[in-house]
């Protein structure tokens, strides 16, 4: 059976907490072995480390997400440096820069309810602050942009010239031009495909992962969020009280054969091509350690 990495989701979050039994158990029999599983404000961080400590397929990653950056409280920073010094295995994310949210998100959009909405300066600095933090304790990142790709090409570039960039980073849910794939992976980026993306009108984002060398190639759920085409989503979940179905991480499976379609590539050689990708983008210390 082959590894399956999921390089980006959201186990932790109240959203899925009351299916987790049954999610474990339908990412086994699917044969997902790790994933990268994201906190996004100083509360969510408590349940990422409380899932790490007690499932070892969880890749823990702590970071103040745009949306959250509003709400955050004065002890942040503190609380996110002692999250990441307190486990080696540690990532930084997720972190970024939304445009969306502030120009085109609707009032009452429900996945925003109770935030304050942060203008982009404070977004930017919150971010870039988090970079610095990472670099610091040499941990990747991994990065939410949306409507937001020229600032953040440049905020990258000026980190990197400032040597407060880390070396490999993700761009999760990558929807850039295709032509910011160059530089972007010229300053560390790899770039993680959504099943999302199969849906008939994202014509481009499809053509935009035809591009993405192979070496910086990598699969999410971004599970709860986001929901691939009925065809590549065949785990449900059942509607919470918001009344948002959660998108369900076994779903990763249907994504890789998408993405072997799409490049026409056969699946085992992607899926080992993918599983070196996750080792090296996060867990290079451990590799380096092994003989
Ligand atoms: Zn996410």
Same mark, same amino acid.
Request: charged letters at 25%; proline letters at 7%.
């Given at each position: 059976m082959m590894n399956l990495s999921d390089a980006h989701n959201h186990l932790a979050s109240s959203r899925l907490a009351p299916h987790l039994p049954q999610i474990f158990?339908?990412?086994?029999a699917a044969g997902i072995t790790h994933a990268v599983v994201n906190g996004t404000d100083e509360t969510d961080w408590l349940e990422v480390a409380r899932l790490a400590a007690t499932r070892s397929m969880v890749i823990p990653s702590y970071g103040l997400h745009p949306w959250d950056v509003?709400?955050?409280?004065?002890? +942040?920073?503190?609380?996110?440096?002692? &999250?990441?010094?307190?486990?080696?295995?540690?990532?930084?994310?997720?972190?970024?820069?939304?445009? +969306?949210?502030?120009?085109?998100?609707?009032? $009452? $959009?429900?996945?925003?309810?109770?935030?304050?909405?942060?203008?982009?300066?404070?977004?930017?600095?919150?971010?870039?602050? %988090?970079? @610095?933090?990472?670099?610091?304790? &040499?941990?990747?990142?991994?990065v939410h942009c949306i409507d937001a790709f020229g600032l953040l090409l440049e905020t990258l570039q000026a980190a990197q010239r400032e040597q407060r960039l880390p070396p490999r980073f993700l761009l999760h849910a990558y929807s850039g031009a295709g032509e910011l794939v160059k530089p972007f992976a010229d300053?560390?980026?790899?770039?993680?495909?959504?099943?999302?993306?199969?849906?008939?009108? &994202?014509?481009?984002?499809? /053509?935009?992962? %035809?591009?993405?060398?192979? $070496?910086?190639?990598?699969?999410?759920?971004? @599970?709860?969020?986001? %929901?691939?085409?009925?065809a590549y989503a065949p785990f449900s979940l059942p509607a919470g009280p918001d009344g948002l179905r959660p998108n369900h991480p076994a779903?990763?499976?249907?994504?890789?054969?998408?993405?072997? /379609?799409?490049?026409?590539?056969?699946? /085992?050689?992607?899926?080992?091509?993918?599983? /070196?990708?996750?080792?090296r983008l996060f867990e290079a210390k451990s590799t380096e350690a092994s003989p």
């Open positions: 158990a339908d990412l086994a509003g709400n955050r409280s004065p002890a +942040w920073f503190d609380s996110l440096r002692q &999250h990441l010094v307190a486990d080696p295995r540690a990532a930084v994310g997720e972190i970024g820069l939304d445009r +969306w949210m502030l120009d085109l998100a609707r009032s $009452d $959009d429900p996945r925003l309810a109770g935030l304050r909405r942060a203008p982009l300066d404070e977004q930017l600095s919150t971010f870039t602050t %988090q970079l @610095a933090l990472a670099t610091e304790l &040499h941990r990747p990142v991994t300053l560390g980026a790899y770039f993680s495909f959504n099943a999302a993306y199969l849906a008939p009108r &994202h014509v481009r984002l499809r /053509e935009v992962f %035809q591009l993405v060398p192979r $070496d910086r190639l990598l699969v999410e759920t971004d @599970a709860p969020a986001m %929901q691939a085409p009925t779903n990763l499976a249907a994504a890789y054969a998408g993405l072997a /379609e799409l490049r026409q590539e056969p699946l /085992e050689i992607l899926a080992s091509n993918i599983a /070196e990708n996750f080792r």
